[in-house]
């Protein structure tokens, strides 16, 4: 069965005694270990840290020796697994030789040799009756042993002279053996959005093969981008491409679904519509209004953008659409329709055509314009746009010239527009001012 990290620490905190956290007490009759230096280490001849947290009958204990201890050969460290008054299991690292000790026996059940080194990571495992040691992530020895059924897990150091203060265990961790990878929450608040990010937390992920998005019929698979044991990172996925509706509650109407090929977990979630845009669930749906031409029936989902250039939409669950403040015909947006029987997606750009707003006033002139002549070779300026009477913009179309060939140019960024520059050459510009479709 696979790891599952229940407690960590890396003591980067300021030195004290470890059992300040209630993560810790002292072990047996050694001393209460101490924090120096962000890492645990002793002050006496012996030390001990015990976690006081439960874990199960399968447990494993790991750390790593950050700096070796100086001495005598007998100093050694230690992790333990399974430890109670009537037996404990005990990885020792000596100088340059493992053992797994069974307490209180005073029996070596396996040995190796090797020699430590700072930097190595020791791990202490007990499933079932297999109690095996590890350095760095490689198995060195196994033992069988059916005598310590139970307890807890923890540290120890044995140092008979000085220096006391060397030797130090850091990153400590520990846990249970679990038959599969656990799901957590989704995104902090079980809530994913279309086109949003998608971070899935839970243990034993890195064993996860598909994650999928499912209403319980209709799966839609995510695309994993990142994947650790404790986090899965997803693509952004877009709710046209799948199958579903919106869900508003983590009920379990939808829900995030994961396999590792031989189990499966599923977490409930909330599924949102894509920033920058609004649904309604139809209701008393009327087919003269924005669900014209769809089909649509009550339970139906109509989706639009939540404005349109700076106009606010408002959309009703009659499809009726409202647009604050109003604005022009042949304005166009999104609009995408869920049929909600054939469970399908659809979108299209639908045209704004209803009035709105009062009608614009065609293009005329408010006064004659006099245009002045311009000369060669000097800067010219003419601010047309103040006889301009109407609804803006209004632009300026060449009658056969180009003014850009004359070295001059229009602008109809700034009101009042203005013709500007210095001619080049002689001759006479013809020009049409124009407003939409109708020109002066």
């Known amino acids: 069965m696979a790891r599952q990290t229940v407690f960590t620490d890396d003591f980067n905190r300021a030195d004290q005694d470890v059992d300040v956290s209630s993560d810790w007490q002292q072990y047996g009759q050694a001393n209460i270990c101490v924090i120096r230096s962000n890492a645990l280490t002793t002050r006496d001849p012996s030390g001990s840290a015990e976690y006081t947290g439960e874990l199960e009958v399968d447990q494993w204990v790991q750390a790593t020796m950050a700096e070796l201890p100086q001495g005598q050969v007998a100093h050694y460290m230690s992790l333990f697994v399974r430890s109670s008054v009537q037996a404990t299991y005990t990885l020792q690292v000596h100088p340059t030789s493992l053992y797994i000790h069974l307490a209180p026996a005073d029996q070596n059940v396996a040995s190796h040799s090797y020699t430590r080194q700072a930097g190595d990571v020791y791990r202490l495992e007990a499933e079932g009756n297999a109690i095996r040691a590890y350095v760095n992530d490689t198995e060195v ?49 079980n809530t994913v959005r279309s086109m949003g990010d998608i971070v899935v937390s839970g243990s034993l992920l890195d064993t ?132 909600a029987s054939a469970k399908t997606w659809d979108s299209g750009i639908c045209t704004i055509n209803a009035t709105a707003g009062p009608v614009p006033l065609p293009p005329s002139w408010g006064a004659v314009p006099n245009l002045p002549n311009a000369r060669k070779g000097e800067p010219y300026t003419y601010a047309i746009g103040v006889h301009l009477a109407g609804d803006r913009p209004m632009t300026l179309t060449d009658a056969g010239t180009l003014l850009s060939e004359w070295g001059l140019a229009y602008d109809d960024t700034v009101e009042p527009e203005i013709i500007t520059g210095t001619p080049t050459q002689d001759g006479t510009i013809d020009g049409i001012v124009t407003r939409a479709e109708n020109s002066v």
């Open 208 to 339: 996860v093969t598909v994650i999928e998005i499912t209403d319980g019929v209709d799966p839609h698979q995510l695309q994993i981008t990142g994947q650790s044991a404790s986090q899965i990172t997803c693509a952004p996925f877009s709710i046209l491409d799948t199958k579903l509706a919106y869900a508003t509650a983590a009920d379990g109407t939808i829900s995030i679904s994961a396999t590792d090929g031989a189990t499966v977990q599923s977490t409930g979630v909330k599924l949102l519509q894509e920033t920058g845009y609004e649904y309604q669930i139809l209701s008393g749906v009327d087919d003269t209004l924005l669900a014209e031409g769809l089909g649509a029936v009550d339970g139906d989902i109509l989706e639009v953008e939540d404005g349109v250039v700076t106009s606010n939409l408002i959309l009703f669950a009659d499809s009726d659409c409202h647009y604050d403040p109003a604005v022009m015909d042949g304005q166009t947006h999104t609009r995408r329709f869920y049929d």
């Open 141 to 189: 020895m196994t033992a069988t042993d059916s005598t310590a059924a139970v307890g807890s897990v923890g540290v120890k150091m044995n140092k008979p002279t000085e220096p006391w203060e060397t030797g130090r265990w850091d990153d400590f961790s520990c846990g249970n053996f679990s038959s599969g990878f656990s799901l957590g929450d989704v995104n902090g608040d």
